[in-house]
C-alpha cells in the first residue's frame, strides 16, 4: 500500500539528519530543492507524450520525495544559532574577564551560599575599555549578601561560561 504522507514525513527526517551531518548554508539547500523541483518537472513535461505512466509517476514521487528532504536539510539548518560579536554568547569560555551590563529581568533566586541573578545583557567591555551592545541572557551567581532588584541596571566583572547540561544548571 502506498502512503505518501509516510515517504514525505520519512523524506523530511531524512533530510534533517542530513542537514545535521552536512553544514551547507540554508540558501544552498533551498537551491537544492527549486533544482530538483525544476528538473523533475522539466522531465515530468518532456516524457508527458511517451506513454510511461509508471515511469512518470514514480519520477513525480522522487521529485516531492528530494524536494521535500532538501527543504527538511533547509530547516535544521536555519533553526541552527549562528552568534557573532553581538550576540552575548560569543564571549564564552574566553580566557579573560568582561564586564557585562544588563538590567534584572526576574527578582535573585537566594540560595544559602549564593543567589541567582538573571540579567538581560545590553553592552559588554572585554577590557578594551569600550562598551559593545549585545543580547542575550545571563544567569550570574552573586553573593548572597548583595541586594538586586527587578529591572535594576548592573554591572558585573568575571569570565562568561556555556553553562553545564546536567541538574547544576
Given at each position: ?57 514514480d519520477l513525480l ?86 541586594e538586586y532588584h ?20
Amino acid at each position: 500500500m502506498f502512503r505518501p504522507l509516510f515517504w514525505l514525513s520519512l523524506s523530511f527526517l531524512l533530510g534533517i539528519v542530513v542537514g545535521g551531518a552536512v553544514s551547507l548554508p540554508v540558501s544552498v539547500w533551498i537551491l537544492l530543492a527549486g533544482t530538483a523541483l525544476v528538473l523533475g518537472l522539466l522531465w515530468h513535461f518532456l516524457t508527458k507524450s511517451i506513454d510511461l505512466t509508471s515511469l512518470a509517476k514514480d519520477l513525480l514521487f522522487v521529485t516531492a520525495f528530494l524536494v521535500v528532504f532538501f527543504l527538511g536539510a533547509a530547516r535544521y539548518q536555519a533553526s541552527v544559532p549562528s552568534f557573532d560579536a553581538f550576540d552575548l554568547a560569543w564571549y564564552n569560555d574566553r580566557d579573560y574577564d568582561t564586564i557585562v551590563t544588563g538590567w534584572v529581568t526576574e527578582p535573585p533566586d537566594q540560595r544559602d551560599n549564593y543567589a541567582n541573578l538573571r540579567v538581560r545583557a545590553t553592552a559588554i567591555d572585554t577590557g578594551d575599555g569600550t562598551d559593545l551592545e549585545v543580547d542575550g541572557l545571563l544567569l550570574a551567581r552573586v553573593d548572597p549578601n548583595d541586594e538586586y532588584h527587578y529591572g535594576e541596571i548592573v554591572r558585573l566583572r568575571g569570565r562568561l561560561k556555556m553553562p553545564a547540561e546536567d541538574e547544576e544548571f
